[in-house]
Nanobody
Framework: QVQLMESGGGLVQPGGSLRLSCAVS????????MRWYRQAPGKQRELVAI???????NYEDSVKGRFTISRDNAENTVYLQMNVLKPEDTAVYYC????????????WGQGTQVTVSS
């Protein structure tokens, strides 16, 4: 059984930083793509950042230049460094990983709350 354990959320003032971590454990063949999503109250879940096994990244426009996604393939862990946080970044953040073989199953973390407020 595959489990994703997220950590690093919390309350931070505008302009502050947080680093989210998501550790994958259990029986998973190989992880291809790792992603971070977020969902704010009353809004749909949106993709924030994505990284493939080779380290190629892509970001949602509003976080470009502020957030950095990275991964440790040996430890099956993905990170999201969030800098210059804004109140509109407040949301529950979820990690998502995709297995690198057919049927390319995806797995979700339980979510971690990030609140940006003064």
């Amino acid at each position: 059984q595959v489990q994703l354990m997220e950590s690093g959320g919390g309350l931070v003032q505008p302009g502050g930083s947080l680093r989210l971590s998501c550790a994958v454990s259990g029986s998973i063949f190989s992880i291809s793509v790792m992603r971070w999503y977020r969902q704010a109250p009353g809004k749909q879940r949106e993709l924030v950042a994505i990284i493939n096994k080779g380290g190629v990244t892509n970001y949602e426009d509003s976080v470009k230049g502020r957030f950095t996604i990275s991964r440790d393939n040996a430890e099956n862990t993905v990170y999201l460094q969030m800098n210059v946080l804004k109140p509109e970044d407040t949301a529950v953040y979820y990690c998502n990983v995709q297995e690198g073989r057919i049927p390319f199953t995806t797995y979700w973390g339980q979510g971690t709350q990030v609140t940006v407020s003064s």
